[in-house]
């Protein structure tokens, strides 16, 4: 079993059904990181040139065909991060940034071999986000990415002309411990194992053929 199949109890999670405050039996202090300003920016990048290295399989034959890419992790690498507070709203601040993103890519060598190399894909930022006032646990900023790139061609030198579809969410964000109203903990079912019953279907079958099939019966 798990939370979602055939599970049922008040203290599991799910949706809600009758007074949301019915069953609320503590406050908690729990340790979260506070999301206190977010952006989501979905661009196209065409003619993105990127450089392969980590190959395998080791000395491939050239020319290369490019095949696909994709971000290999959801957390993009911050760099050049500027924070400008805005001087008529002092609470907002110009955030500038350069992402990078560590992605995968696919590709055929000149006999047909399929292989892949790492490699990192970049974009810049420049937005406004609510910035809070220093304090004695600072801000952070985090970026959530996601990238694929579906097409691209071979450029010589281990580099690639891709272009890219990338997904990236700018977070500003502080650990905390905040205070929340809780249901108290979880009940945790038991695991349901997975079996895969080879002889079930042979099982199904009727003892005996189905008289009603013979014909003149």
């Known amino acids: 079993m798990s939370f979602f199949t055939n599970f049922q109890s008040e ?56 095949i696909s890419a994709k971000s290999t992790s959801p957390k993009g690498i911050i760099t050049n991060l500027d924070i400008d507070r805005l001087d008529d709203k002092p609470q907002f601040a110009r955030v500038r940034a350069s992402i990078n993103i560590p992605i995968e890519v696919l590709y055929c060598d000149a006999n047909g071999v399929e292989g892949k190399g790492d490699s990192v894909l970049s974009v810049t930022q420049d937005v406004i986000l609510y910035v809070p006032q220093p304090s004695i646990i600072p801000f952070e900023v985090e970026c959530v ?18 272009t890219a579809c990338i997904t990236a969410i700018l977070k500003i964000v502080v650990e905390v411990e905040l205070l929340v109203p809780t249901y108290g903990y979880c009940n945790i079912p038991p695991c349901q194992p997975f079996e895969q019953e080879i002889c079930a279907n042979y099982f199904e079958l009727p003892l005996y053929p189905n008289s009603d099939n013979i014909p003149g019966t």
């Open 11 to 66: 203290r599991y999670p799910g949706s809600i059904s009758g007074n949301p405050i019915n069953g609320l039996c503590e406050k908690e202090c729990i340790q979260v990181k506070r999301v206190f300003d977010a952006c989501i920016r979905q661009i196209t990048q065409e003619n993105v040139y990127v450089t392969v290295f980590n190959q395998v399989p080791t000395n491939p034959s050239y020319p290369l065909t490019f």
């Open 145 to 162: 990415v996601n990238a694929i790139a579906p097409e691209g061609v071979y450029a010589g030198q281990n580099n690639f002309s891709i």
